[in-house]
């Protein structure tokens, strides 16, 4: 049973907006940015909501690593592709122009892909696949981030938790959204977990010399530090097929930098040689497919459909009286969550606190009445 208090959505998206215009972003571009980070809210997706409201962006923007102008500029264009240098503005507000021309493009021909170089965190990977799938196609995204996962066998964290993410309109009342990191775990759900003073569970972080960790805190200064590294989907080693998370982070982390030509691996540290902070200069790449150059929309729709409610219906395990498919939960989530807003715990608490008296701003948050 749910025992945090809760933030209506009108208040918390209304909050957000305020406080990033008033760190400079445009009103427009703060929309977006707020949207997307109470998305992952309503998918329950704690990790990548306001949880990271302050950490990420407020924060980045006042230390001079993240531009809060987003100047995006066009390098590369042809009928079905846009490659796009985002200067290293806000991944959200670039992400969303992006998708915008890709699904335009794919409605015109099919098919569109994308890339962007300089960009920064882009919030929630499924919100860019979900814009396709409302327009009935299909999405595929990807974005490579700090380094945190060691290759199998290694101990040194190289690549970033880089989600490889679909997702596939169907004829039910939520799409197909996989939407998982390429590492066991990732750094954001290891932020929420020790936000709430719990360990992080055995197996899922190894040391420098290949030990388990579980001291949430001490993992998430290891891992700036590279004294610590995520484990790759699958877990250590080969006994569990670790190395198909490894090399499913290696496909997004090519595809990420290399259409591009943006920046990878070590380069994405955000600290330069002399151990001064810098911006993040990552990179995204996107894809939208029209089923209408194939099969038709209403047909794949169907037969997405027809596929997920077989694989829901099929035979349980002892003990289980329910099996899911991708989007489900996070749709179950938001329809518990529609009427009563955003959950938030006493670190995320504390950062609102702190970025409305930062800025002046007039709220007062229903957990501060709760208190008096």
């Known amino acids: 049973m749910e025992t945090r208090p809760y933030i209506p959505w009108r208040m918390i998206g209304d909050f957000m907006r305020d406080a990033f215009v008033a760190c400079g972003i445009p009103e427009k571009d703060a929309l ?20 990271r409201f302050k950490p990420i962006y407020i924060d980045r923007i006042r230390a001079g690593i993240l531009n809060p102008i987003t100047r995006i500029e066009v390098i590369r264009e042809t009928p079905t ?3 796009m240098d985002a200067h290293d503005g806000m991944g959200m507000v670039a992400s969303h122009k992006c998708m915008e021309m890709l699904i335009e493009k794919a409605k015109k021909n099919g098919l569109a892909m994308g890339a962007i170089r300089n960009s920064s965190h882009y919030g929630i990977a499924g919100y860019w696949v979900t814009m396709a799938t409302r327009e009935g196609m299909i999405g595929f995204t990807g974005t490579n981030a700090r380094p945190s996962i060691a290759p199998t066998f290694g101990t040194e964290n190289m690549l970033g938790a880089n989600p490889l993410t679909f997702g596939l309109p169907t004829d039910e009342d939520f799409p197909f959204v996989i939407d998982c990191a390429t590492s066991i775990t990732q750094r954001g759900k290891i932020e929420h977990i020790a936000r709430n003073g719990m360990d992080t569970p055995e197996g899922m972080v190894i040391g420098s010399n290949g030990e388990a960790l579980t001291d949430s805190d001490e993992i998430l ?12 989907l699958g877990g250590i080693g080969d006994n ?19 259409l591009a030509g943006g920046s990878y691996l070590k ?51 002892d003990g289980h009286d329910r099996i899911y ?10 329809l518990d969550r529609r009427d009563k807003g955003v959950p938030v715990g006493i670190g995320v608490q504390k950062d609102l606190l702190a970025v409305r008296d930062m800025y002046d701003l007039p709220y007062k948050f229903p957990f501060e009445e709760s208190k008096e």
Not at 221 to 232: C, M, R, Y
Request: charged share 25%; with cysteine; aromatic share 10%.
């Open 325 to 334: 498919t991708a989007g489900e939960k996070e749709y179950l989530s938001w």
């Open 267 to 317: 380069m994405l540290t955000g600290y330069d040689e002399n151990g001064n902070r810098r911006p993040y200069h990552l990179g995204h790449y996107f894809l939208v497919v029209d089923p209408d150059a194939f099969c038709g929309q209403a047909e794949f729709k169907k037969t997405c459909g027809d596929i997920l409610r077989a694989l829901r219906s099929s035979k349980k395990a």
């Open 221 to 232: 200064a290891d891992l700036i530090n590279g004294t610590a590294a995520l484990a790759p």
């Open 240 to 258: 569990l097929a670790g190395y198909k998370g490894y090399g499913y982070a290696t496909v997004v982390e090519v595809l990420s930098a290399a």
């Open 32 to 51: 977006i940015c707020a949207d997307v980070l109470m998305e992952s809210d309503r998918r329950g997706i704690e990790s990548h909501g306001c949880n």
């Open 81 to 83: 592709t846009v490659v």
